[in-house]
């Protein structure tokens, strides 16, 4: 079955530079999350589209914004890269909750961004 | 939002039952008691959720406390493969906030 494709992989920038990641949601899958984990952490929710429009909105650092796409997709922008930077940033799909019920977040493999 | 209490870390047998606790005493009417597992190098993964009655699936089952105020997740029988950081999670929607789950050791 197909899975949520994230790219790059990996990334390598340096301090003050700008990264783009992008996220391919599950087919028919409306809605998408970025999380940010760093070193030895848990995953932290930065924010959450659904149907093109800002859903939720967590600890995302106003150097970083994101959008979904009218294919779905998603692209999370960093500006002003910073060295705490450096993590796992890994982008969810689901379908909306329905009839009050939640539905399952499906995890993409990650994008290792590294800031030197 | 409701906070979960897990505890750090557990270790298991391969081939035995285990009970992963969560206590969310200040759970709402309207959370979800949601588990997902991240296994080292990859993202997390769904494990299974409930609102009230216990529930079963392929993975595992969740035994969901009379008050609500605790969970447990149950692996009928472990194996090296379910090693990983479980986490508990509650919300109403999809929205999941992730704390300190349970790093789960399973010995050969």
């Known amino acids: 079955a197909a899975g949520v494709i994230q790219s790059p992989r990996h990334l390598i920038k340096e301090k003050r530079e700008t990264a783009t990641l992008k996220c391919y949601p599950i087919?028919?899958?409306?809605?998408v999350y970025w999380y940010q984990q760093g070193p030895g952490q848990d995953p932290q929710f930065l924010i959450s589209f659904y149907e093109k429009m800002q859903s939720d909105k967590g600890s995302i650092p106003d150097r970083f914004s994101a959008q979904q796409f009218s294919d779905y997709h998603s692209e999370l922008n960093m500006s002003s890269l910073e060295l705490g930077d450096s993590a796992l940033y890994f982008c969810a799909s689901s379908l909306a909750p329905s009839l009050g019920r939640p539905d399952t977040q499906y995890f993409g493999p990650g994008t290792r961004l590294t800031v030197l | 939002d409701a906070k979960t209490t897990q505890p750090n870390s557990m270790e298991s047998n391969e081939e035995e039952p285990v009970h992963l606790p969560c206590n969310h005493s200040?759970?709402?009417?309207?959370?979800?008691i949601h588990w997902y597992r991240q296994l080292p190098s990859q993202g997390p993964e769904y494990v299974i959720h409930?609102?009230?009655s216990n529930v079963n699936n392929r993975m595992a089952s969740l035994a969901i406390a009379e008050d609500r105020k605790s969970s447990t997740l149950i692996l009928h029988r472990a194996t090296l493969r379910d090693a990983a950081v479980y986490y508990c999670?509650?919300?109403?929607?999809?929205?999941?906030?992730f704390g300190a789950g349970t790093r789960l050791t399973v010995k050969p």
């Open positions: 999670i509650l919300t109403p929607n999809n929205d999941m906030r």
């Open positions: 087919p028919r899958h409306d809605t």
């Open positions: 200040t759970i709402s009417g309207t959370d979800y």
């Open positions: 409930g609102l009230t």
